[in-house]
């Protein structure tokens, strides 16, 4: 059974932190790895990951996926409480979406 | 954790014809679901949220009449895509909130590729 796990399920960091979101899979037919950061509506994209070993970044969010371990992190530096929210990790295949259940962040000020 | 299933999980159907995707939570009352739309390499598209007994709330851009959604039960929300064509072939996802003392999440159903010939 394909699945995707996310861990720590919540996370609560002071402003100015540096934090990790990690993100594991055992899925066949692996085409990529997605990011999305989830608020009150709906999911918004971070990440699309095909390739091992190559960052990428978009301000203070960087991801990278090793394709040997099966592993994906996505780090935030300096955390705003902007950041707050839930991140999910999904798998995008030839078979319909598996998401993991996400990592709910809160940044306190 | 809680379950949401959808049904069809993949459908085929000719143009001009209409395609009813159903979303169920299947262990937990879900008074809001939302429906996405995901396009290749791009993130999902929310197309309405959808509460038990009222109409659902649909995004800017997105036609009422054209995707009907009906939510007739704490369990369960139907997308209905009428009068399909080409360019409504696209995943389709549901998901359900869950109001669980503190917590406030969605979850996913898996989706249903629509393709429209």
């Known amino acids: 059974e394909d699945k995707v796990v996310q861990s720590p399920l919540s996370l609560v960091v002071h402003e100015g932190d540096t934090v990790t979101l990690n993100c594991s899979y055992e899925v066949t037919n692996f085409r990529s790895l997605l990011w999305y950061k989830q608020e009150k509506k709906a999911p918004t994209f971070l990440f699309m990951l095909?390739?091992?070993?190559i960052e990428k970044k978009s301000g203070r969010l960087s991801s990278i996926l090793d394709k040997k371990e099966l592993f994906s992190i996505l780090n935030i530096t300096a955390t705003q409480t902007g950041d707050s929210a839930i991140y999910l990790c999904?798998?995008?295949?030839?078979?319909?979406?598996?998401f993991g259940k996400g990592t709910r962040l809160s940044v306190i000020a | 954790g809680a379950v949401v299933s959808q049904h069809p999980s993949r459908v085929i159907c000719k143009s001009g014809t209409s395609v009813k995707i159903e979303c169920r939570s299947l262990d937990f009352q879900a008074t809001t679901m939302f429906w996405y739309r995901q396009f290749p390499k791009k993130s999902l598209m929310l197309m309405a949220t959808?509460?038990?007994?009222?109409?659902?709330?649909?995004e800017q851009g997105v036609e009422k009449d054209k995707f009907l959604i009906n939510h007739a039960s704490l369990t369960l929300s139907t997308l209905t895509v009428t009068s399909a064509h080409p360019e409504d072939s696209s995943f389709y996802i549901c998901?359900?909130?869950?109001?669980?003392?503190?917590?406030?999440?969605?979850?996913f159903g898996p989706g249903t590729r629509l393709t429209v010939l």
């Open positions: 998901s359900a909130r869950s109001w669980e003392g503190q917590y406030n999440e969605q979850f």
């Open positions: 999904g798998w995008s295949g030839n078979t319909p979406l598996v």
């Open positions: 959808s509460n038990e007994g009222s109409k659902a709330t649909y």
């Open positions: 095909t390739s091992s070993g």
